[in-house]
């Protein structure tokens, strides 16, 4: 199963950043093969709807959870259409790592 | 043709709806029948408040037309995605998702001549209403109201401004608060713009957003201050150091402000305030002849 997780930067030292559709960067995880990936996200400084294309880039990958700071209600509609699960985290001290680290446990 | 001014303000509050309102009664005085009230708070319009009586002459719908893509047609080719810039449609070909967000179109109609595989239709939904009245002292006002949870404000602005009688002289448009893309629409096309600001720290910093407003889209205005005794002189201050024209002075009372909160201003001015509209209104029609 893959997690996407909102990204300050395309490495895993990097901090995660809480804003989902806004954040530069997407990390994709996926729990089975370990396997990390960084996909650019195109729209950071798109004008209009930068939450639900973020949540296309989720659907587009298989993605079937979530990890940012919050969704708008977009991004919400969306995400809910396809079941993938949001988590919300507001701790933006933690890098990507932390955060993978505490996905494989 | 008709001379159409805008009364505008930055910050709420500060009596623009009070303002169009006694221009209306006290202009309709001196030219006649020709003048028109126009409310283009869509959001929040008020003026009819005022009006309980008034007959409702016609009422109007107005929709916006918003694309819905045939999944059966379209091939997933993203030029509609590519064409649209406010990011509105939503195209996810391995689950064969395509859809519009309503809320994000903004009914331009290019995602229409992108699509080359007929797969894209307009549908018609209501954005809000555009009714007229005649009142039973013979006041004309219109008003746009936006349904609730639309986001398009300016679309429906414009069309209340289509609707807007050839006939009229003198048209006033009674602009929401702020100086967004609904205010930027309501002046845009306006040949002078009252700015009603009140005497505080407050009204002179929204006064002086709304003046660079103003000379941004290079219209001229001038200034009423309502409230005047209170807050300080600080907005005097700054309109004198600017040059800039102060059309008339509303002192603050107490008494008005009830009659205000009980939906009763019309002809409720008193003699001195009115005696203050007057001379706006004066100064106003110096201005319509040097357009003329």
Request: hydrophobic share 40%; aromatic share 8%.
């Given at each position: 199963m893959k997690t996407l997780i909102s990204a300050s930067e395309n490495k895993v030292e990097a901090l995660f950043d809480k804003r989902f559709g806004r954040a530069a960067w997407f990390c994709i995880y996926d729990e089975i093969s370990g396997a990390i990936e960084f996909v650019e996200n195109e729209n950071v400084n798109a004008s209009n709807g930068a939450g639900s294309k973020a949540a296309e880039t989720v659907i587009a990958h298989d993605v079937k959870k979530v990890i940012s700071g919050d969704f708008g209600p977009k991004a919400k509609e969306l995400l809910e259409k396809f079941e993938i699960q949001m988590v919300i985290i507001q701790d933006d001290s933690l890098t990507i790592e932390r955060i993978i680290t505490k996905l494989r446990k | 043709m008709s001379y159409k001014i805008a009364i505008a303000s930055g910050k709420g509050g500060t009596g623009k709806t009070t303002v169009a309102i006694n221009l209306l009664v006290s202009w309709q005085r001196v030219i006649g029948e020709h003048i028109e009230l126009v409310d283009c708070d869509v959001e929040e319009p008020n003026a009819m408040i005022f009006f309980p009586e008034a007959q409702k002459e016609k009422e109007e719908s107005i929709l916006q037309l918003i694309p819905e893509i045939n999944r059966d047609s379209c091939t997933f080719c993203k030029a509609c995605v590519e064409y649209c810039e406010f990011n509105a449609i939503s195209l996810i070909p391995h689950v064969r998702f395509a859809e519009v967000n309503q809320s994000l179109c903004?009914?331009?109609g290019a995602c229409l001549v992108a699509c080359?595989?007929?797969a894209i239709n307009e549908i018609p939904y209501p954005i809000g209403k555009v009714s007229s009245y005649k009142t039973n002292n013979g006041y004309f006002i219109k008003e746009g109201r936006l349904k609730i949870g639309s986001l398009m404000q300016t679309m429906l602005i414009k069309e209340l401004k289509k609707r807007v009688s050839e006939h009229s002289n003198i048209i006033l448009y009674d602009a929401p608060p702020g100086t967004s893309c609904p205010v930027v629409e309501t002046i845009s096309d306006t040949d002078y713009v009252i700015i009603v600001a009140e005497p505080t720290l407050f009204g002179l910093y929204d006064l002086k957003l709304m003046i660079k407003l103003t000379r941004e889209v290079n219209l001229p205005f001038g200034v009423i201050i309502n409230k005047s005794g209170l807050g300080d002189r600080q907005v005097y201050n700054f309109l004198r150091e600017e040059g800039i024209q102060l059309l008339g002075e509303i002192p603050f009372s107490k008494e008005y402000a009830g009659l205000y909160a009980k939906g009763d201003i019309v002809d409720k001015a008193s003699e001195g305030i009115q005696e203050v509209y007057k001379n706006v209104v004066a100064k106003l029609s110096n201005e319509i002849m040097q357009y003329d």
């Amino acid at each position: 199963m893959k997690t996407l997780i909102s990204a300050s930067e395309n490495k895993v030292e990097a901090l995660f950043d809480k804003r989902f559709g806004r954040a530069a960067w997407f990390c994709i995880y996926d729990e089975i093969s370990g396997a990390i990936e960084f996909v650019e996200n195109e729209n950071v400084n798109a004008s209009n709807g930068a939450g639900s294309k973020a949540a296309e880039t989720v659907i587009a990958h298989d993605v079937k959870k979530v990890i940012s700071g919050d969704f708008g209600p977009k991004a919400k509609e969306l995400l809910e259409k396809f079941e993938i699960q949001m988590v919300i985290i507001q701790d933006d001290s933690l890098t990507i790592e932390r955060i993978i680290t505490k996905l494989r446990k | 043709m008709s001379y159409k001014i805008a009364i505008a303000s930055g910050k709420g509050g500060t009596g623009k709806t009070t303002v169009a309102i006694n221009l209306l009664v006290s202009w309709q005085r001196v030219i006649g029948e020709h003048i028109e009230l126009v409310d283009c708070d869509v959001e929040e319009p008020n003026a009819m408040i005022f009006f309980p009586e008034a007959q409702k002459e016609k009422e109007e719908s107005i929709l916006q037309l918003i694309p819905e893509i045939n999944r059966d047609s379209c091939t997933f080719c993203k030029a509609c995605v590519e064409y649209c810039e406010f990011n509105a449609i939503s195209l996810i070909p391995h689950v064969r998702f395509a859809e519009v967000n309503q809320s994000l179109c903004h009914s331009c109609g290019a995602c229409l001549v992108a699509c080359k595989h007929n797969a894209i239709n307009e549908i018609p939904y209501p954005i809000g209403k555009v009714s007229s009245y005649k009142t039973n002292n013979g006041y004309f006002i219109k008003e746009g109201r936006l349904k609730i949870g639309s986001l398009m404000q300016t679309m429906l602005i414009k069309e209340l401004k289509k609707r807007v009688s050839e006939h009229s002289n003198i048209i006033l448009y009674d602009a929401p608060p702020g100086t967004s893309c609904p205010v930027v629409e309501t002046i845009s096309d306006t040949d002078y713009v009252i700015i009603v600001a009140e005497p505080t720290l407050f009204g002179l910093y929204d006064l002086k957003l709304m003046i660079k407003l103003t000379r941004e889209v290079n219209l001229p205005f001038g200034v009423i201050i309502n409230k005047s005794g209170l807050g300080d002189r600080q907005v005097y201050n700054f309109l004198r150091e600017e040059g800039i024209q102060l059309l008339g002075e509303i002192p603050f009372s107490k008494e008005y402000a009830g009659l205000y909160a009980k939906g009763d201003i019309v002809d409720k001015a008193s003699e001195g305030i009115q005696e203050v509209y007057k001379n706006v209104v004066a100064k106003l029609s110096n201005e319509i002849m040097q357009y003329d």
